[in-house]
């Protein structure tokens, strides 16, 4: 079975899709890690867009992408990848994709679920001042560390970034055969509500 996950940040797509690849055994691919981990002739291609701040060209992701999802005898679940209508098309072209899930929730839930993030400046760790606070507020469980919002995490950014999932990434549900899932539920909930739509 051969799926993409799509979602817009704070949705728990990467969370949903750790958790259905492991039950289904399907290999998680997101496209993240993948060309930070590429490697060989590969890896020096990427670095040479990735380092000058430009984009990796569609075509090489999928280059990098396609070699990787022949070692997925069982299927994939693509995490992060297409992100756009001309990416899913060129995908198309390639390789049979059995459905597209939405982890959907609202804009509202987005922004709300994002800026109550709080990061430690030392060690990184992330907390939420609804859904996991610190035994302390304002410092890091783990290393005693100062926490702070991101810029990443403020409300404008994120409002941006909710506008381009919505222009480039959700008109990918019209090329695919989709479903669309509850975001804004216990997280096993969405896995299940996942499972019995496939
Ligand atoms: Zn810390």
Redesign the pocket.
């Known amino acids: 079975m051969n799926l993409i996950f799509i979602g817009p940040q704070g949705s728990g797509k990467g969370t949903q899709a750790k958790i259905i690849s492991e039950k289904l055994n399907l290999c998680h691919i997101s496209t993240g890690d993948l060309l930070r981990n590429v490697k060989g002739n590969l890896k020096e291609e990427v670095d040479s867009y990735i380092n000058v701040g430009k984009l990796v060209p569609d075509e090489l992701i999928l280059k990098i992408l396609i070699k990787e999802l022949k070692k997925c005898k069982k299927g994939f679940i693509l995490d992060g990848f297409p992100r756009n209508v001309t990416q899913a098309q060129k995908l198309k072209d390639l390789i049979d994709i059995n459905k597209v899930i939405e982890i959907n929730i609202t804009d509202k839930q987005a922004i709300k679920r994002i800026t109550s993030r709080i990061s430690?400046?030392?060690?990184?760790?992330v907390f939420n001042k609804i859904t996991n606070p610190p035994k302390i507020e304002g410092v890091?469980?783990?290393?005693?560390?100062k926490?702070y919002v991101r810029d990443d995490d403020k409300e404008e950014f994120v409002k941006k970034r909710l506008k381009i999932y919505h222009n480039e990434t959700e008109p990918i549900l019209g090329i695919y055969d989709s479903v669309r899932i509850d975001g804004f539920q216990e997280i096993d909930k969405v896995a299940q509500e996942i499972l019995e739509k496939l």
């Open positions: 430690c400046k030392n060690c990184g760790a890091c469980d783990s290393c005693k560390g926490l």
